[in-house]
């Protein structure tokens, strides 16, 4: 056997992938999918945002879509509170504590995300429940507790669909960020909360404060 026969022989270690910038990378993703949505996107628009070499991303990427996949999942982690919706004794107080301006601009930018990737949801299943997982459900999940307690307290009927009241303000929101191009402001939020929402299940509309 030859030296050179020994050397090909020897197990080559090869670099050891550098995880500490993922976040950063996965951030510039999901400001370039808000901007162009899937398929204007370029790995090459995330380089450059990310102020990372071309290969950096795909040595931890082989393709766009899974870029697109690890980004939109990553954005759950960031949601709500990890303790959980605010517990202020009232169905309308809770509601109402929700509405902070980070979680607003968040809300606004997932909305932007998912009307980036919807061209690519209809061909992925994977995505879809990604995007499912982490743009739809941490809001639900939380609007769940809380119309839970007002059933529990007594404030409104057990019968109340619990499922289409946690969809209300979403959609009011989507349709204001996403077809008539305004941004969702507090006082928008309370009077969804106020003339809407809590109309809906089943309270008399409450008087402008918040």
């Known amino acids: 056997m030859t030296q050179l026969d020994l050397d090909e022989s ?29 398929d204007g ?22 393709s766009k879509p899974e870029l697109v996949l690890d980004a939109v999942a990553c954005m759950k982690s960031k949601d709500l509170d990890l303790t959980g919706p605010p517990d202020t004794g009232t169905l309308r107080g809770d509601l109402v504590a ?27 299943p994977e ?6 997982e982490a743009l739809v459900e941490p809001r639900a999940a939380a609007n769940r507790i809380i119309f839970r307690r007002a ?25 204001r ?12 939020m309370i009077g969804t909360i106020d003339r809407i929402i809590l109309p809906a299940a089943g309270l008399r509309p409450a008087e402008p404060s918040a």
């Open 10 to 38: 020897k197990p080559r270690l090869g670099r050891k992938r550098d995880h500490t910038r993922d976040p950063e990378i996965l951030e510039a993703a999901l400001d370039v999918l808000a901007e162009t949505g899937y």
């Open 41 to 62: 996107m370029t790995i090459d628009m995330v380089a450059a945002r990310a102020k990372a070499g071309k290969a950096t991303l795909y040595r931890r990427w082989s």
């Open 98 to 124: 929700m509405v902070k301006s980070p979680t607003i601009r968040e809300s606004e930018r997932k909305l932007k995300v998912m009307a980036g990737i919807v061209s690519m949801i209809a061909r992925d």
């Open 127 to 132: 995505l879809a429940a990604a995007a499912q």
């Open 151 to 175: 059933i529990a307290r007594g404030e409104i009927s057990a019968d109340c669909d619990i499922e289409t009241l946690c969809m209300i303000g979403p959609a009011m929101v989507a349709y």
């Open 177 to 188: 960020v996403l077809m008539l191009r305004t941004p969702v402001d507090r006082d928008f």
